[in-house]
């Protein structure tokens, strides 16, 4: 069973950064898709970030250029550093996991997802 754990969420002022974490267990196979997703308050789920087992990674528009997401294999971790954050980021933050697939350019997509954890609030205030 896979499980993700998320850290690092907090409450930064506009133009503050803050670097999520994501611990994964439970997994031991080398092809697989993670993702980042966020919720604000009334709105729906909406894709952040995601990186493939290859390496590769896609984002959405919003987050183009301030927002990166990186991998640690040998610790099994996935990372989102968040610079220049804005109020517009506010909202709980999600590490998700497709075990043995690759992201195939849907991992912004939430239905690829079979695994998610409970998340972390990022409050951003102007």
């Known amino acids: 069973q896979v499980q993700l754990v998320e850290s690092g969420g907090g409450s930064v002022q506009a133009g503050g950064s803050l670097r999520l974490s994501c611990a994964a267990s439970g997994y031991t196979g080398s092809r697989y898709c993670m993702g980042w997703f966020r919720q604000a308050p009334g709105k729906e789920r909406e894709g952040v970030a995601a990186?493939?087992?290859?390496?590769?990674?896609s984002y959405a528009d919003s987050v183009k250029g301030t927002f990166t997401i990186s991998q640690d294999t040998a610790k099994n971790m996935m990372y989102l550093q968040m610079n220049s954050l804005k109020p517009e980021d506010t909202g709980m933050y999600y590490c998700?996991?497709?075990?043995?697939?690759?992201?195939?350019?849907?991992?912004?997509?939430?239905?690829?997802?079979?695994?998610w954890g409970q998340g972390t609030q990022v409050t951003v205030s102007s």
């Open positions: 990186i493939d087992s290859d390496g590769s990674t």
């Open positions: 998700a996991a497709a075990p043995w697939r690759g992201c195939y350019g849907l991992g912004l997509w939430a239905a690829i997802f079979g695994y």
